[in-house]
């Protein structure tokens, strides 16, 4: 568990964390199985580059859930499209049965930014849904 505080840079003291949701076109369950892997993956590799904190991680059959933690210097869209741009293009040519889908993921998604006080509460949000 990552515990949240804040961080420094030279000049700056910040502690920024998104909630992020975003899901496939037409919502299909196609994230499954060593898709779902795969994607995890990739997440993770484009966070890492971008020096920003995976805090959960949660991808259902429909929709990822994704809190992260991030310098106040990266906008988090290019974050976002980072990820779903890589995901896509990976994803698609890695498992032929997404090329179905005219494209992997709908043009939108869902952010939510969350200081000290709710990060715990979207964490186990977050989690619970791989209860459901």
């Known amino acids: 568990m990552i515990i949240m505080e804040y961080k420094h840079s030279r000049n700056?003291?910040?502690?920024?964390?998104?909630?992020?949701?975003?899901c496939p076109k037409r919502r299909k369950k196609v994230l499954i199985g060593s898709i779902k892997k795969r994607l995890e993956e990739i997440i993770t590799e484009v966070s890492s580059e971008y020096q920003t904190d995976i805090l959960a991680l949660e991808v259902m059959p429909d929709h990822v859930h994704l809190f992260i933690s991030i310098?106040?210097?990266?906008?988090?869209?290019?974050?976002?499209?980072?990820?779903?741009?890589?995901?896509?293009?990976?994803?698609?040519?890695?498992?032929p049965e997404l090329l179905k889908l005219p494209s992997l993921w709908t043009h939108s998604y869902f952010i939510s930014t969350a200081g000290n006080?709710?990060?715990?509460?979207i964490k186990k949000y977050i989690e619970a849904q791989s209860k459901l």
């Not at 006080?117 to 509460?121: A, H, M, P, T, W």
């Open 12 to 22: 700056k003291v910040y502690l920024l964390n998104y909630h992020i949701i975003w």
């Open 71 to 95: 310098h106040p210097d990266i906008p988090i869209q290019t974050i976002i499209k980072k990820i779903k741009g890589r995901s896509s293009r990976h994803l698609r040519k890695e498992f």
């Open 117 to 121: 006080v709710s990060s715990e509460s």
